[in-house]
């Protein structure tokens, strides 16, 4: 996989080798109490940190490894650099884009990562690049890095000497919440192409099996990816490498898909095994961990959508209800029909209210804590009318509406029984496609006498430049992909439920594929 392949590394063991250290500003400096990492001095900083391609990690194990912080990064996307404080148990990891550092800061300030078994701290650092001097040291350091990732290294050539499949098994252990084929599919497309899944349930054991395109793939997945909990303290993976070399997929559905087939029939429900498979699963079973009964604690529809995301806490840990506060808005542009759209892609808005006093401030009221904390994940970090806007969890349990007679000037707003909820029907297909906010838009409901310049014009007169589009077969829907991902918010906001004419109205949502 190439996401090491360009990565720099620095080591350095005391505290007047690194300028930035010193710097009383810095993420590094001295707390005046004197207190250990984390101290409640700290946590406020972590909040008021504005988002870095660099992010600074705290409380390392003193035995931890560069491999070991570099595997953090990896399912986010490529890490460029890497610096080590071993004497200060931290170190900072420079991501390949700002978007894959906050995407990674969001996850684990919901899903807390741990190192060699103990809690680590992720934050973004004040510095927006890492500038290390370790010119001299550098040849050696990448490959030392690279080795314990890519390479056969002592530690890990157990575990390379299996590795000639591009097929993983993976079971689901201690399963609280449910575990979908499109979780799945997103964890760990992270290190390759996903070629074919196929899921089901042996032993009261929800597995999988997960081909890639290249067995270096599955290498990466197994050692970044095995023992690591998909969401908080439960959903853990064991990952090992199938005997199989090619899965055999015949219904691309809920169990099971074939993503180089799309043609593939729905069938009726989960695909019959090949007996090559069940073979190989009983061979392999021995190495594997004993029955665990599966889905203990069912979630709502709402809740289940929020755990599939990857994003929440267990319930009971998020300690606040569906209202989220949201700052550093355009005041200028921001109106609460316009938050309403945006978060309303991860649950449905009851109220809006945009502060009086504090007009770049907002209290947004979800249906509840699940989608609250599934709109926080996806937008805390993301540009809105040209602004990085901060999202967390309020106290309030709700929005109060002004009282009868006062006109607070369209400030606030009750969407409780607005018909653009997308979640109000149990079971709808809007639970299976949430995405983060990317440059691809999904749209649907087009009407057929609509084209492809039609729908162009439409989206560049938001503001954003048109990069790609592509209709589906049936024309009813297609794919559009904008400059950016701050553009493509901006034409969700403009464009959903916008009136094409003949009572048809367009909808729009993020989409995880490209074009």
């Known amino acids: ?20 250290y010193n710097n009383p500003n810095s993420d590094m400096s001295t707390r005046r109490d004197g207190t250990s990492n984390g101290s ?56 390949g884009t700002e978007e894959a550092a906050i995407t990674m800061v969001n996850y684990y300030n919901t899903v807390p990562p741990h190192v060699r078994n103990s809690p680590v701290y992720v934050q973004f650092s004040n510095h927006k690049e890492l500038k290390t001097d370790a010119a001299s040291q550098r040849t050696q350091a990448v490959l030392q890095a690279v080795s314990a990732v890519q390479s056969p290294s002592s530690e890990v050539q157990e575990v390379l000497a299996a590795a000639s499949s591009p097929v993983l098994r993976i079971i689901i252990d201690n399963m609280f919440y449910p575990v979908t084929l499109d ?67 015949k219904y691309n559905n809920d169990k099971s898909r074939d993503y180089t087939r799309p043609e593939l029939p729905a069938g009726d429900g989960q695909p019959t095994l090949d007996p090559n498979v069940a073979a190989a699963l009983s061979k392999d079973s021995t190495s594997l961990l004993g029955k665990i ?29 569906g209202v989220l506060l949201v700052s550093n808005l355009n005041e200028e542009m921001v109106t609460p029909q316009s938050l309403f759209t945006l978060f309303g892609v991860y649950g449905d808005v009851q109220r809006v ?22 709109a926080m994940s996806h937008l805390n970090g993301q540009k809105m009318y040209g602004k990085i806007i901060r ?28 018909s ?16 983060p906010p990317s440059a691809t838009l999904h749209l649907s409901n087009v009407p057929q006498d609509v084209a492809e310049e ?48 003949a009572n048809q109205h367009l909808r729009v949502s993020f989409s995880k594929s490209t074009i």
């Open 1 to 20: 996989m190439d996401s090491v392949g360009d990565i720099a590394v620095g080591m350095k063991r005391g505290s007047d080798e690194l300028s930035m």
């Open 40 to 95: 409640d001095s700290k946590k406020l900083r972590v909040e008021e940190a504005l988002p870095s391609r660099v992010i600074h990690i705290r409380r390392l194990p003193t035995e931890a490894m560069d491999a070991e912080v570099i595997a953090l990064g990896l399912p986010f996307g490529k890490v460029t650099n890497i610096l080590t404080l071993k004497g200060k148990n931290q170190a900072f990891l420079e991501m």
């Open 183 to 249: 979780v799945l599919q997103q964890i760990f497309s992270k290190f390759g192409t996903v070629m074919k899944i196929i899921t089901f349930t042996k032993n009261n054991q929800f597995q999988a099996l997960l081909q890639y395109s290249d067995s270096v793939h599955a290498q990466h997945a197994k050692l970044a990816l095995d023992g690591q909990n998909i969401y908080n303290s439960c959903c853990t993976l064991r990952i090992d490498f199938s005997k199989l070399v090619n899965l055999n997929v």
């Open 293 to 321: 009964p599966g889905a203990l604690n069912p979630l709502s529809a709402a809740a289940a959508a929020a755990a599939a995301a990857g994003r929440v806490a267990l319930a009971g840990q998020a300690g606040s209800g």
């Open 353 to 374: 209210k945009i502060l009086y006093n504090k007009k770049d401030s907002a209290l947004i009221q979800m249906s509840d804590s699940n989608q609250a904390q599934l």
């Open 391 to 418: 999202v967390t969890l309020s106290k309030h349990q709700s929005v109060a509406l002004p009282r009868d007679g006062l006109d607070d000037q369209g400030l606030t707003k009750d969407f409780t029984n607005s």
């Open 420 to 435: 653009l909820h997308r979640f109000k029907k149990p079971g709808s297909k809007n639970f299976q496609n949430i995405f």
């Open 454 to 501: 039609d729908l162009r014009l439409l989206f560049s007169n938001t503001g954003g430049t048109v990069k790609a589009f592509k209709f589906f077969q049936d024309r009813k829907m297609a794919l559009i992909q904008m400059a950016t991902v701050e553009e493509a918010i901006q034409g969700l906001i403009d464009l959903h439920n916008y009136h094409m004419g």
